[in-house]
């Protein structure tokens, strides 16, 4: 596991003007309110975002962190409301992938009623609930931990989810999806992520000691390179720690040409099936086998460069396949 950020605001100057390690959207930011003032560890600083009476467009009062991808995150902050929000959601924890835009990996959701529950693979028009939600009581601090897994399998069964913890019980979650298109985590969005416009009373979401966390899974990992008819497959090792980057090229026959790659005895979707030479971090152990057909060859097809990167594609799938 490793320390994406940890915040308690107590280190920001009084009044807070700006704050340090974040991006502040729309509303301006504000220490705590008074009734759950100091703070949830009560001696530091908290903050708060508001959104207010009779606006006439949605609105929106949250910081944003945006970190390097991952697949595996958890975000934890002590949350306090004033009051549910008075029409449709107010959002407190939001972890979202950087594409396609307008999609959530996961979002807490309080409704009118006061009750948290946890939204997947959403948009404001498109939106999943996973099961279960908690009642939450105005003025009062929740440590609230949102855990996102991006699913690295190529078929059924998936290995994504999502849970959202209050308190230290599970109280939403969902298992076994296919969360993978969204893409990989890469911002937390902490406050109001949205109010509908022309609410009718005034809400603020209290925030203290924030954590993100990535959670990466540790050790070596095989791979194994399957030779078959028409041509080789090459790689400078097999066995590769934790996030290595492993790189295979396939080689053709005078008579052949490389077709596509199989992982795990799969063959992906375009354009990571065709790529060649491919490369990757490894998350898990591996096979990869190179189909080769008739007609003319000999070198590799084409190098796929994202971002001045060379990348298979399995980046996306094999990324490499994270347990």
Not at 202 to 225: A, H
Not at 269 to 286: E, G, L, R, V
Not at 296 to 303: H, K, M, W, Y
Request: proline letters at 7%; a negative charge; charged letters at 10%.
């Amino acid at each position: 596991m490793a320390i994406i950020l940890q915040d308690s605001f107590d280190a920001e100057p009084s009044p807070i003007p700006t704050l340090t390690n974040w991006t502040v959207f729309t509303q301006p930011i504000r220490e705590a309110f008074a009734t759950i003032t100091p703070g949830a560890t009560g001696a530091g600083k908290a903050i708060t975002c508001t959104c207010l009476l009779g606006n006439t467009s949605a609105q929106f009062a949250y910081i944003q962190k945006t970190f390097a991808a991952v697949n595996e995150v958890r975000c934890r902050a002590y949350i306090g409301i004033t009051s549910p929000p008075a029409e449709l959601d107010g959002s407190p924890i939001d972890v979202r992938a950087a594409e396609p835009t307008g999609y959530g990996l996961a979002w807490t959701y309080i409704s009118p009623a006061g009750l948290m529950s946890l939204r997947y693979n959403t948009t404001v028009n498109s939106r999943q609930t996973a099961v279960g939600s908690t009642q939450l009581v105005p003025n009062v601090w929740y440590l609230t931990e949102v855990r996102v897994k991006v699913n690295t399998a190529t078929t059924a069964p998936f290995n994504g989810f999502v849970e959202l913890w209050v308190n230290g019980v599970l109280v939403a979650s969902a298992y076994a999806i296919d969360n993978s298109p969204v893409g990989q985590a890469s911002i937390a969005q902490f406050g109001l992520r949205y109010i509908a416009a022309n609410t009718t009373a005034d809400m603020t979401v209290g925030i203290d000691e924030i954590s993100i966390e990535s959670v990466e899974p540790t050790g070596t990992w095989t791979l194994t390179l399957v030779q078959s008819t028409g041509g080789t497959i090459s790689s400078p090792k097999t066995i590769y720690n934790n996030g290595e980057i492993a790189t295979i090229t396939a080689t053709a026959n005078p008579d052949t040409k490389f077709d596509h790659w199989l992982i795990d005895g799969t063959r992906p979707a375009p354009p990571t099936d065709i790529t060649n030479p491919a490369s990757a971090p490894m998350y898990a152990n591996h096979t990869l086998e190179a189909v080769f057909v008739t007609g003319g060859g000999g070198t590799p097809l084409f190098v796929y460069v994202i971002g001045g990167l060379v990348a298979f594609g399995l980046v996306a799938i094999l990324a490499f396949k994270r347990k």
